[in-house]
């Protein structure tokens, strides 16, 4: 059984923001060591995902609704892993995982 994923919305509010305030970041494990973040950047379109545990910093997502943004965003960290744990065991640093 899965655990299921509760993104929390991280954007740093500027007191003279107007309101309603609207979230221009979400993150995935808080507390995390691995912690996953969708996010906007100020001037530029789009959603950016940033997991600093794996050196993936402000990288483009494709998708413009954010629910697919989230889920972008966990793919494009499971490939980074992939590719960490393919070099780590091309490297003899690690067995393969089964």
Known sequence: ?????VWVDST???QTEAKPR???SWTLGQDSFARIT???MRGIEGWFVS???LDLNQADLCSTE????KAEACGAVKKRLARLTT???EMGAMEKPE
Request: proline share 4%; hydrophobic share 40%; glycine share 0%.
């Open 1 to 5: 059984m899965s655990k299921r994923q």
């Open 12 to 14: 740093s509010y500027s």
């Open 22 to 24: 609207v979230p221009r």
């Open 38 to 40: 969708v996010h906007r």
């Open 51 to 53: 997991c600093h545990a």
């Open 66 to 69: 954010l629910e697919d943004a």
């Open 87 to 89: 070099a780590l065991v």
